[in-house]
């Protein structure tokens, strides 16, 4: 028995959800424990996200995780929107009296990791064959740590924070999961080039959508549209920046900056969502519970503003009781999960190209963009959904 661990609130994945999660609760006096099945340094090297909402990065900072967001990232106050070859930037300053912030999630894993050290967080990395029990009396969490003994965590209540594979998910009974496939993904390259912009630009053209967005001086994260079967490995350099390039030009003579391909991935997406998120004692949050394509960039925000509901239901069972604000969670987090759900949807099927499509829908697809640059309503309307809606 030795190898028990009791606590208030067992974690399983310590992404940012999980890991935004204990910190939040170690602010409201509650214990927690997190276990993630990969190392620190497997997490510190994985890139993903880079785009932080605004109230993501008030989260960050006001809670006292860090506020390196705000030395070390970019504000950016805009984004440049590309079709038919010319740019149109739209100002979110100017429409929503809102930013984001380029932070790579690797930096938010760093500062969330941090923090939890510093205020003497327990986080078990590096652990395997994880299993959920229990969930509707006394959840156990049961593991292998990174020495291969095995251990047991018993809480009052479990969270599952494990991400778009998760194991937590399946033991909802009677979910209903909604789900849509997209007939293509994103090739996503780190490139060692300088910036060819200061702020990321969303690219249409008759080839397929690219995104251009931004990481150092010296290493620039970019992405095309490219068949979901796609292998990376039969890219080299120069057929990728083939592809970059051709999407990217015009008739401003706007060019790419090139150079080396660091890192090159395919990402399959899709949009997924499961409902309810709680039963009995165990609570769904982030990736475990829905997934948004890349294209809004809302997938880290989502799972932030996801722990901020959850932080304050716990609080409010744990240490008022109050058991009902449990029953709340599900529809106050999916309020925001079906906003964001339709903002990435629509960011997406705006800007890539289908298979198959006639040239009704190429030159409808360019109607929509020419009304939403041309138009302030419209522009303030991906202004506000790109920069977040407010939490409340
Ligand atoms: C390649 C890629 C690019 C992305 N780009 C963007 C983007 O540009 N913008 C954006 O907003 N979002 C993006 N996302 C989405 C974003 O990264 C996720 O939405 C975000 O990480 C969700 O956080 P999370 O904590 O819910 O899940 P995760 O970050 O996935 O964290 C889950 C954690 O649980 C751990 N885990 C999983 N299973 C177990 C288990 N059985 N036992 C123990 N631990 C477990 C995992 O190791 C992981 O650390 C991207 C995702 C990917 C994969």
């Excluded at 990395?125 to 018993?154: K, N």
Aim: proline share 4%.
């Amino acid at each position: 028995m030795s190898n028990t661990t009791r606590t208030q609130v067992a974690i399983v994945g310590g992404g940012p959800a999980g890991l935004m999660l204990s910190h939040l609760l170690h602010n409201a006096g509650i214990e927690s424990v997190v276990i993630d099945n990969r190392t620190v340094e497997q997490i510190e090297t994985t890139h993903r996200a880079g785009i932080l909402e605004r109230d993501s990065v008030r989260l960050l900072v006001d809670s006292g995780v860090s506020d390196r967001v705000l030395t070390d990232g970019h504000e950016h106050e805009g984004i440049s929107l590309r079709f038919g070859g010319v740019s149109h930037r739209i100002d979110f300053q100017k429409l929503a009296g809102a930013s984001c912030w380029l932070y790579p999630q690797t930096e938010v894993f760093i500062d969330l990791h941090r923090a939890r050290t510093r205020d003497g967080g327990d986080v078990r990395y590096g652990v395997s064959d994880a299993e959920v029990t229990g969930v509707t009396d006394t959840p156990i969490v049961r593991f292998t740590d990174a020495d291969g003994a095995r251990q047991e965590i018993t809480a009052d209540l479990v969270v599952g924070a494990d991400g778009s594979r998760s194991i937590c998910r399946g033991l909802v009974a009677d979910a209903h999961q909604y789900f849509r496939e997209y007939p293509f993904a994103w090739f996503g390259v780190m490139v060692q080039a300088p910036p060819s912009a200061p702020e990321l630009i969303y690219t249409r053209a008759p080839e397929g959508f690219a995104l251009i967005s931004q990481r150092t001086d010296t290493v620039q994260r970019m992405y095309f549209q490219c068949d979901p079967g796609e292998n990376p490995d039969d890219w080299s350099d120069d057929r990728i920046w083939d592809q970059l390039h051709t999407r990217l030009s015009g008739e401003d003579g706007f060019r790419l900056k090139d150079g080396p391909v660091l890192e090159r991935t395919v990402l399959p997406f899709r949009s997924f969502v499961q409902s309810p998120m709680r039963h009995g004692k165990l609570l769904l949050a982030g990736d475990a519970a829905h997934t948004v394509p890349p294209t809004g960039a809302k997938g880290l925000n989502l799972a932030l503003a996801d722990v901020r509901v959850l932080a304050d239901v716990l609080e409010r069972a744990i240490t008022k009781d109050d058991d009902a604000a449990l029953d709340t969670y599900t529809d106050r987090a999916l309020s925001r999960v079906w906003k964001a759900q339709h903002f990435s949807y629509w960011m997406t099927t705006m800007l890539h190209n289908v298979d198959g499509a006639s040239d009704f829908d190429e030159q409808r697809q360019l109607g929509e963009l020419e009304t939403l640059v041309a138009s302030e309503a419209g522009s303030t309307y991906l202004a506000e959904g790109y920069t977040g809606w407010p939490l409340h």
